[in-house]
């Protein structure tokens, strides 16, 4: 051993060059190194530093580490490290959701576990070329997570790029998963011509001088497809930016103001604190409306709440029977209608509001609480109502909670939902057109149908592309993207960039404009392409009003994505489980 590090040394000393050789070979071997700085880079890629270049160095450097034998725990903790601080925020709530966030930390990290060893047996075992191994492996990987146990789809390697519209208009055939498959693909691909490019450097230092050197050919091939590629999907992205119209001002226009909020939420919090809450929202509606009159500006065709600020609930009940023991008026049961009313009347405006429902039943003591979004209008006594049909776990609903007692901590803090099985188209209307005089709705220029989604719906892309096929399927025509949230529970950390990136690419799958309200979040205006046209500031309470312009002389065009999906990704998903088995059967043996 000594002998060697003092021929090494002495090697050294008699041709410098041989540090850059040894230096480079450390690194290609140092697969932890390289897998650890990748994590690293995908992180710094996200927000909350949002460095989005650094994207395209995660596949770089995995791939470099895909190339090297490495332990499969390295990895696993990388990705627990990656994870425990990219959504440290779900601990904010409460103390006990820190047990939630380790234990969906662990869980996704099983994830980038599951991509490497994938990868790794798809290269070594079966040779397929890094190229081609990289991205589809991450397309079945992130088809998984976003599937799986509910799906979890925050934190995706394409979310860096949500403020750069040209780079993510792929996502309208492919889903925002098809994204992240072309950065694994280009970042691959620049490193194909990376590793070409170091080892002719090497060859060339350990040849030179030496007669019958030969060019690695097959190495020149691969680099030269590499190339190509990159040169390809270079030339899409140009083609994109210089071609695509995104001023977005075409047809007709629809004034929405979306309130913003900035009251932080607690659990089980005061009941004078959730009337505290609602009253920001009021005031800034009058606020809204009183200012538009002095200037003569018309009045919004629609104002939306965010996301469970109201905190007069609905109230019905199954058969419309009030029960007996509730010992309950006529009057007291529509309290909350005639209060609604009133409100949309004074502010002479269509309102959605973010509140909850109260199913009563039989058993009235155990009355059925869905998260829901109303839709009032001033002049009309037809009202809308979408209850929300994708719950969060642990807080919305406990899984197996039928099981536990009824004092059991986590009930007692997290009051249990349920959800709906069917969409809501509502119909927004030109401010003073006959049609929103009416009550009946008919087809016209002045009229376009919005489909609505609460919260955490916006990061299942699956859930809002079901919901405007089974719209159509009915008979409507929903032609803009509704969402009401409430991230106050977050502390306005960077989950509030997180969260306004599943909408971007909503927007963009289904080419519909988008609206979100949130209290604690962002709330904006987001056109077909994903360009963020108004957004509010952060940690700010305000009214944020843009227009959406949409033209209903044209029919609506379904998108790739809306009409075959992702389910491309289900023989992927299928495929990397498959190839993960046997690298772990191996690993094994």
């Keep these: 051993m000594s002998t060697d590090s003092g021929c090494y040394a002495r090697n050294d000393l008699a041709h410098p060059q041989q540090n850059v050789y040894h230096a480079l070979i450390a690194m290609f071997r140092s697969s932890i190194l390289l897998f650890f700085l990748g994590g690293l880079c995908y992180y710094a890629a996200l927000p909350p530093l949002h460095i989005a270049p650094l994207a395209l160095a995660v596949p770089i450097l995995w791939g470099l580490a895909i190339r090297q034998p490495i332990k499969w725990y390295y990895v696993y903790f990388t990705a627990l490290l990656f994870w425990l601080t990219s959504i440290w925020w779900i601990a904010c709530p409460h103390p006990l959701t820190a047990v939630g966030l380790f234990a969906l930390s662990a869980y996704l990290s099983l994830y980038w576990l599951l991509f490497f060893v994938s990868a790794r047996v798809a290269v070594h075992r079966y040779n397929v070329p890094l190229l081609i191994a990289m991205p589809v492996c991450w397309i079945g990987t992130e088809y998984l997570r976003c599937r799986i146990l509910g799906g979890f789809s925050f934190c995706a390697l394409e979310h860096a790029f949500y403020l750069y519209p040209p780079l993510i208009q792929l996502a309208s055939i492919g889903g925002s998963m098809l994204v992240g498959g072309i950065i694994m693909f280009f970042g691959a691909a620049l490193c194909e011509i990376f590793v070409f490019f170091v080892s002719s450097v090497i060859k060339m230092i350990n040849r030179k001088g030496h007669e019958g050197y030969k060019e690695d050919k097959k190495g020149a091939f691969g680099a030269s497809v590499a190339t190509s590629s990159v040169c390809a999907v270079l030339l899409h992205v140009l083609l994109v930016l210089f071609v695509v119209d995104y001023s977005n001002n075409k047809g007709t226009h629809y004034s929405i103001v979306a309130l913003q909020g900035n009251r932080q939420v607690y659990l089980n919090a005061d009941p ?132 536990l007692p009824d004092d059991f901590i986590l009930r007692t803090l997290c009051p249990e939902a349920h959800h709906s099985d069917k969409p809501v188209a509502f119909p927004i209307m030109k401010a003073g057109s006959a049609a929103q005089r009416s009550d009946r709705i008919g087809q016209g220029s002045e009229f376009v149908e919005a489909s609505v989604n609460i919260c955490f719906e916006s990061s299942v892309a699956h859930l809002i592309r079901r919901q405007v096929l089974t719209l159509r399927k009915q008979g409507r025509d929903p032609r803009m993207l509704i969402n009401l949230s409430n991230d106050g529970w977050f502390r306005f950390s960077h989950q509030m960039e997180q969260h306004l990136a599943t909408h971007v690419f909503r927007a963009v799958e289904n080419r519909m404009s988008y609206v979100t309200a949130a209290n604690g979040g962002f709330s904006a205006i987001i056109s077909p392409l994903g360009v963020i046209g108004q957004m509010g500031e952060r940690g700010a309470a305000e009214a944020v009003s843009g227009t959406v312009s949409i033209n209903l002389d044209e029919a609506h065009t379904l998108t790739i994505y809306q009409k075959y999906g992702d389910g491309y990704a289900l023989p992927v998903g299928i495929g990397v489980l498959v190839l993960a088995c046997i690298g772990f059967w191996e690993r094994r043996r």
């Design 272 to 403: 004078k604190e959730a009337e505290k809450t609602f009253l920001q929202f009021v005031n800034l509606t009058y606020q809204e409306i009183h200012e538009r009159r002095q200037s003569g500006t018309p009045l919004p065709d629609v104002i939306v709440f965010p996301e469970t600020i109201c905190h007069i609930p609905v109230v019905t009940f199954e058969g419309a029977v009030i029960p007996a023991d509730l010992d309950w008026t006529e009057e007291d049961a529509t309290y909350w209608e005639t209060e609604f009313r009133e409100f949309a009347q004074r502010i002479e405006t269509p309102i959605i509001l973010g509140l909850s429902t109260y199913v009563f039943g039989d058993d009235s003591n155990k009355p059925k609480r869905l998260n829901s979004a109303l839709y009032v209008r001033p002049d009309s006594s037809s009202l809308y109502r979408y209850d929300k049909m994708h719950l969060v776990m642990f807080g919305e609903y406990i899984p197996f909670a039928e099981y």
